[in-house]
């Protein structure tokens, strides 16, 4: 019988291997030339001065992370980027976002408390 993975840990399974896969300078260095629009292997190879092989290599790693996606024509690869892993880590982020607003706010809270002046509600 299969185990049902909890949402949450499921999550953090995509974002370890989302940010596995980021975390190679080249990748991130791909990543960023796809950012602005589709490539073939050849073109990220030419623009990063990087042999096709192991340009090849890392965008098998960011596939198999979900990062990007190609699209066959004839003979040629296009690579773009997928938003699903970007928007699930920008929502991953939120969390942490939240938690430092809180903080930056009772901070202010403190600052102005220690100035003499009443907290902005």
């Keep these: 019988m299969a ?14 291997n989302v940010m596995g896969a980021l975390a190679e300078p080249n990748r991130m260095q791909i990543v960023e030339l796809l950012r602005e629009s ?7 190879a030419q623009r990063l001065q ?9 965008l098998r790693v960011l596939s198999e992370a979900g990062i990007v996606e190609a699209q066959v024509d004839a003979n040629r690869r296009i690579y773009s980027l997928r938003p699903e892993p970007f928007r699930a880590l920008d929502d991953w982020l939120k969390t942490y976002r939240v938690i430092w607003e809180c903080r930056f706010d009772r901070l202010d809270d403190y600052l102005q408390k220690l100035q003499g002046k009443k907290p902005q509600i």
């Design 38 to 44: 589709p490539l073939t292997v050849g073109e990220i």
């Design 3 to 16: 185990r049902t993975i909890p949402a949450s840990e499921r999550m953090m399974v995509m974002n370890t």
């Design 50 to 58: 990087m042999r096709q092989p192991q340009v090849s290599k890392h």
